[in-house]
């Protein structure tokens, strides 16, 4: 999926877009998903997941880890040692030969050359396979990732924090995210590692709907206009403080006159 930005106020709001079928096939989105909620879900989730208790498990888990890359790194270092045995032993027959017998010279040449051949292998294998495998965490490097842990919360929700970090630290700690809109969006979060773990979210409403009168501000309405004028009833809203308008920040009689009209109260 892709992401898009929309300006909310001063803030920008996420959006996430399914556009395989639009680049193949010219055709419309199969989903479009709004980002906030997931945004603030996936967040939440990172916070309680990045905890001292949680890294030292990840620690001792990592700890088991090196002691078997140790004993593999053992068994491989043999392996390169037995090719080097090798490679020397037929070294030794090559230059003890007499160099008039050319059929055993060329033998033992041949020889020699595949010897070197499967040590260079040997030696690039252990190499490649050392680069690629975990070092060891030392007590330094342990406290600093506690530190972090403690520090993660207040790092992540401080309005100093741009969002670019934001989305490293997810990268660090998130495999990645799958989205899917049916009756609510469903989240399914793999973690680095092979964790997983699965968020359901309401689907949040439109902006006509976030803004749309509440059934209950009509239901009053209708109650109050059997006694009461549009601008009273604005006044009452007002000074109960009990219901908002969708929008606006208080009540007033165009206002009142025109849900009247629209509800046809």
């Known amino acids: 999926m892709t992401i898009r930005y929309h300006v909310r106020g001063e803030l920008l709001v ?11 096939r010219a055709e419309p989105p199969c989903q479009r998903i709004p980002g906030a909620g997931i945004d603030a879900a996936v967040g939440q989730l990172l916070m309680e997941a990045v905890t001292p208790v949680a890294l030292e498990v990840a620690l001792a888990v990592q700890q088991e880890l090196q002691s078997r890359w140790q004993e593999s790194d053992r068994l491989r270092q043999t392996q390169v040692d037995r090719a080097r045995y090798e490679a020397t032993l037929a070294q030794r027959r090559y ?10 010279v060329d033998t033992l040449e041949a020889d020699w050359n595949n010897k070197l051949r499967a040590l ?5 294998q ?41 989305k490293r630290m997810v990268r660090l700690i998130l495999e ?3 989205l899917m809109r049916q009756q609510e969006i469903i989240m399914h979060i793999r973690f680095k590692g092979g964790v997983t773990q699965t968020i359901r979210l309401p689907i949040p409403p439109t902006g006509w709907e976030k803004f749309r009168t509440s059934p209950a501000v009509v ?11 549009d601008r009273q ?10 219901f908002r308008p969708g929008k606006a920040r208080c009540f007033n009689r165009v206002m009142i006159a025109r849900i009247q009209k629209d509800y046809g109260l």
């Open 14 to 24: 996420p959006e996430y877009l399914c556009q395989q079928e639009g680049i193949a």
């Open 95 to 104: 230059l003890q030969v007499d160099p008039d017998n050319r059929l055993v």
């Open 120 to 124: 260079a292998d040997a030696q690039q």
């Open 126 to 166: 252990y190499e490649r396979q050392r680069e690629s495998d975990q070092r060891v965490i030392d007590r330094d490097q342990r406290a600093r990732i506690f530190a972090l842990a403690t520090d993660f919360r207040q790092l992540w929700e401080s309005a100093n924090t741009p969002d670019r970090e934001r």
């Open 176 to 178: 990645d995210v799958t």
């Open 219 to 229: 239901t009053e309405i209708d109650r109050l206009l059997d006694c009461h004028t």
């Open 233 to 242: 009833i604005a006044e009452v809203f007002n000074a109960q403080d009990r």
